[in-house]
């Protein structure tokens, strides 16, 4: 039996931030400080010679504890960051739902927003117009349409932009903690649709703090640590030997 495509090729990838060791407050004395060669770094690797591959229709969930670097692996897949060192292949459209609010304008209402954000995504004002409807039943929010964004809660922004980044079947989905902020009853539609998506061939890449919802939408898993790739493989056997370590 032949294997599917490859989606994403993550290959020793290392991920490095300069971290300073000092207080600036600022911009004049950062580059006085700068000029003078006085700026002290301390070097951290966020994701160090991580590698892994993800096949087609394949749903993998990122866990580790905070700080581990699962974001800035998710960051890294979706362009927004670049390697340190080694590389990251990705072959397909990529849906991103990183970071909350991202895309949005929190000064423009919802309905503006949905048009902004279809834009950021690639799509045009006409094929925006001919989803609009399903965007907005889907994240029900028909009473508050006209209402700016900075007067949503954080759940509500969430219901937007997943609703907004899953209208249409990306080749790839990243979802990355976001709909913790939602209600339970959202969450589980949001899982409907997650797993819809990936009976449609959609790869999906998962960040959550819920080991129960990794075994309940994940086939795989990899387990960070510290920026290193501990463990991976089948998402059962993955997150059981986190749970272990987790409860000692």
Request: net charge neutral; glycine share 8%; proline share 2%.
């Amino acid at each position: 039996m032949d294997q599917k495509p490859v989606m994403i090729d993550v290959d020793h990838v290392t991920i490095r931030f300069n971290l300073s060791n000092q207080k600036v407050d600022n911009i004049k004395e950062y580059f006085v400080k700068l000029v003078k060669r006085e700026l002290m770094f301390q070097e951290f690797l966020a994701v160090n010679d991580v590698s892994f591959q993800v096949r087609q229709g394949e749903a993998w969930g990122l866990i580790g504890t905070n700080g581990s670097g699962k974001s800035t692996m998710l960051k890294t897949i979706s362009g927004i960051l670049k390697p340190y060192k080694g590389s990251v292949t990705v072959n397909g459209s990529v849906a991103p739902l990183i970071e909350l609010g991202a895309g949005f304008d929190p000064e423009l209402s919802a309905r503006e927003n949905i048009f902004l954000n279809g834009c950021v995504l690639g799509h045009s004002e006409k094929f925006m117009q001919e989803h609009f409807d399903e965007i907005v039943d889907f994240a029900e929010i028909h009473k508050f349409l006209d209402s700016p964004l900075k007067n949503y809660s954080s759940g509500m922004r969430a219901r937007l932009g997943f609703s907004v980044a899953t209208m249409v079947k990306p080749d790839i989905l990243i979802v990355d903690e976001i709909l913790s902020v939602g209600d339970y009853k959202f969450r589980k539609k949001c899982e409907a649709r997650m797993k819809e998506l990936l009976s449609g061939g959609t790869t999906l890449l998962y960040v959550s703090h819920s080991i129960d919802e990794v075994k309940r939408l994940c086939d795989h898993a990899l387990w960070i640590d510290k920026g290193v790739a501990r463990m991976q493989g089948e998402a059962k056997a993955v997150c059981d030997a986190y749970m272990e370590v987790m409860k000692k």
